[in-house]
């Protein structure tokens, strides 16, 4: 072997790291292996493992992070790369990278993700590992994510939970985050999208190429890897869960860029916006069976409870199915228009629903709703007209002409909701995406 043998989990602190013998008495060796398997590599295109670590003034931990990533790929002949992607880094972080042989891309824009994407970008290996440079992820587990990747996964998710297997080390992370935004946040990734992970933040996995040029990700913030794991639960993807250990940040310099409040609300936002199902349709559907059951109380006059429901409930029952029927047009909309982008797979019960209701038949039933609803309400306009439009029954007519004015305004909504339903699934062609 071209290194002194470690024991397989031992962790390197940032000052260990520098004095001890396997980086010292091997560094020549290991920097002469892997440039011969870098050139070899370059020159027949046979890069299997991209490392990519986004940067911003991580020069406390990015060498250690570097030098354990090309460690692993020597220990187990692992043909790889290490890119490091640099976000504006301004304490050298760059040059340090480059010491220990890793590849630097720019992002000129700010944010995670789209470091990310620039350092994924550049990536020239087959599967991509990432994970970030402040030494809290342990490089030297990279073969776990690259056996699983070998496997024919498409993900490989690390988790550094105990119910996946994983590890937190005292001090590394904080207790809100361990014991309750990390595990509410997954408990609703596997809910909203059957995501099978224990573990939606942590920020060390592996996926193919491939995968994620098929994913077409479009977020440039902390939601990048938040996006990677929904899509690909959406798009039915082979998803792998690793354990792995989770240590104390390694930096000095500076605290985490990670921002407890902002960054949780931000994903919460993300996952209600990639399910209109959750955020629309479900909403909606509530609405209208509590309207619904207002009306089959209110309409006859029942009395539950003690209580006697009169036109008052039936007013606010209509209320309930107008904003419910409302919440569920805006879910068909949001769930037409994120295919026709590319935001979410294709659904095949929502093609057959496509199918039934159809533009001319959602006219119809608009126009047949409109018509009985106007009708309902010249049924009062002659009651009053008998009564040579004087006053008329409160509880009576009110029975009448609120139905009416919740079916005319319904009808009128439905026949414009079905002309723009069409126009939504009017999709440009492939070619032109």
């Keep these: 072997p071209l290194l002194p043998a470690a024991p397989p989990q031992t962790y390197l602190s940032p000052r260990a790291v520098g004095r001890h013998p396997c980086y010292k008495s091997a560094a020549a060796a290991t920097g002469r292996a892997m440039n011969e398997t870098k050139l070899i590599a370059e020159a027949t295109g046979d890069i299997e493992v991209s490392v990519v670590m986004p940067c911003l003034n991580e020069a406390d931990t990015v060498g250690i992070c570097v030098a354990k990533a090309r460690r692993s790929f020597v220990e187990h002949n692992i043909v790889g790369e290490v890119i490091v992607a640099d976000n504006g880094s301004t304490d050298g972080s760059t040059d340090l990278a480059r010491q220990e042989g890793a590849r630097v891309v720019h992002a000129a824009a700010r944010g995670y993700g789209n470091a990310l994407t620039a350092g994924i970008a550049a990536a020239r290996g087959r599967f991509v590992i990432m994970g970030d440079s402040d030494d809290s992820y342990d490089f030297l587990e990279v073969p776990k994510f690259v056996a699983k990747l070998r496997q024919g996964y498409d993900l490989v998710q690390g988790c550094r939970f105990p119910a996946g297997g994983g590890r937190i080390m005292p001090g590394a992370m904080p207790f809100l985050h361990r014991l309750l935004g990390n595990p509410m946040l997954s408990g609703m990734a596997r809910q909203m999208f059957h995501a099978p992970i224990h573990d939606v933040y942590c920020g060390m996995r592996g996926f193919t190429k491939t995968l994620y040029d098929r994913l077409d990700q479009r977020c440039t913030g902390m939601e990048f890897a938040t996006e990677m794991i929904i899509k690909s639960s959406l798009h039915a993807v082979r998803i792998a869960e690793v354990p792995i250990t989770l240590h104390p940040d390694g930096r000095r310099s500076h605290g985490s860029h990670l921002r407890t409040f902002r960054d949780g609300w931000r994903t919460v936002r993300f996952f209600m916006l990639y399910s209109p199902r959750w955020l629309f349709l479900v909403p909606g559907v509530i609405l209208l069976l509590l309207g619904l059951v207002g009306y089959g109380l209110a309409l006859p006059g029942r009395t539950v409870f003690g209580a006697t429901l009169d036109v008052h409930t039936l007013l606010s029952a209509s209320m309930f199915i107008f904003l419910g029927y409302q919440t569920i047009l805006f879910a068909l909309f949001t769930k037409i228009f994120a295919i026709g982008e590319g935001l979410l797979p294709e659904d095949s019960r929502l093609a057959r629903l496509a199918r039934i209701f159809t533009l001319e038949r959602g ?71």
């Design 363 to 433: 006219i119809l039933l608009g126009l047949l709703a409109t018509i009985f609803g106007l009708a309902l309400i010249g049924r009062v306009a002659w009651l009053w007209a008998a009564a040579d439009f004087g006053a008329l029954s409160y509880p009576t007519t009110m029975r009448w002409i609120v139905p009416g004015v919740l079916l005319t305004i319904l009808g009128f909504q439905t026949v414009l909701a079905s002309f723009f339903l069409s126009i939504l699934a009017m999709r440009r062609p492939s070619v032109a995406r």
